[in-house]
């Protein structure tokens, strides 16, 4: 789902995009979030709690909360609240602490 | 509140908790430990939480080696209800000069003579066994001991504290003590931000404050404050072989850095500063540290950083510590210039002065520690230090 007429807010969302989250092809727009085109395609859990591993749904959705950390492109812990759809690009969920690639 | 106590104990730190533990312990009763601010409030809850055995002199090698045996056990040695976060992951140092490689040959002897488990590490292949990912350019040699580690300072510290609570010490915190009462050469008891408190026996365990309360009753302690900074990143999985990274220190490239059994990776570096209190963080040190061991540890260039912070070392001219009986005020005891390992000693030193203090023996001679050594010239001298 994602809010096609605002009163006051113009939405700018570009062509439209492709990328894989944990191996499923997502449609996305370069100008949305991660978090909103896994919004839109009815993903809701997306990180999880540290200690007891609960799901985690979208929280703060400014980057300040670390309820949404997942694996983007290989890099873990990223807050994809924050970040800007690509063409291509791998997000994959992550389960734990992120493992840095050595 | 009473007024009038047998011992007082100025600082909340380690040092000062695990005092008043062994004296509480030994059967001194009513006894009373200021903090100026929470417990570990000071250089025991900003340190960089490492417990080394790999020393260089056979002093501070003989009391981190005894004080290690007492973190293995501090739970039940306390009686503490939680983990102290011990963590035996290791410590690997790395010589980055011939003279400093030669330097670490010496260390091991002492070392294998207290029976200490450090061995040489091959660099070509056996280095990647302890970290994974180390750069090795330009690091001549390495030696690694699998009992070293890290504990959780705060925990140690309450750990301590509630041990000695349980045994009747007092504990005041949120009190600055502002002087000492002296008279006619003997201590009387201290001056608080909460009133005069009487005592016939003063500790002065105050860090880098502590040659300042001294100089008061004419005691000349030369110890002088020093900022380090240090700081911890997000926390990411173990990187080690078997859990967290191994301490990966370095002497010549003056840093320190391990990945804390949360899987946050705590650093600092040594860096040039003056003589001064000011603990404030500076963007220097953000940039120079990172800079300095992701050459070292490629690896972490990925990792944020959450938190920076500074403490105080209490820097004393042999960086020994110094255990001080007063000659100005009978009664006081000086105890200072940790100069930045007085974490992982403070178990046996805390031994070392409630035995002095109790008339007890000791397999170490206490007065050695005292200040006059810088007169005599019967320094410690300790070659391992960052």
Known sequence: ?102 | MKKAYDTIIVGGGIVGCSIAFELAKRGVKDILLIERGYLASGATGRCGAGIRQQWGSKLNATLAVESTHIFENLESYTGYNYSCGLNQAGYLLIACTPKEWDQFQINLDVQHELGVESHVVDLEKDVYNYVPFINTDGIYGATFCQKDGHADPFHCTFAYAQGAKRMGVEILTYTTVESLIAEQGKIKGVHTSKGDFEASRVINCANGWAPGLAAQVGDEIPVFPERHQALVTEPVAPMGPNGPMPMVMSFHRRFYVQQSPHGSFIMGIAEDEPISFNYRSSWQFLEECCSIITNTLPALRGLRVVRQWAGLYDMSPDHCPIIDFSKNAEGLLNICGFSGHGFMIAPRVAILVANALCQQEDAIDIHMFSADRYRTGDILIEPSVV
């Open chain 1, 1 to 102: 789902m994602r809010i096609e007429e605002h009163p006051v807010l113009d939405f700018e969302r570009g062509e439209k995009i492709t990328f894989t989250y944990n191996g499923q092809e997502i449609e996305a727009y370069p100008n949305e979030t991660i978090v909103a085109a896994l919004h839109a395609a009815g993903i809701r859990q997306l990180g999880e709690s540290p200690e007891l591993h609960r799901p985690r749904g979208l929280f703060c959705a400014i980057g300040n909360c670390s309820s949404c950390f997942m694996t983007v492109d290989g890099e873990p812990n990223m807050r994809v609240c924050v970040i800007k759809c690509k063409q291509g690009m791998v997000v994959e969920s992550q389960k734990g602490k992120g493992v840095i690639r050595v």
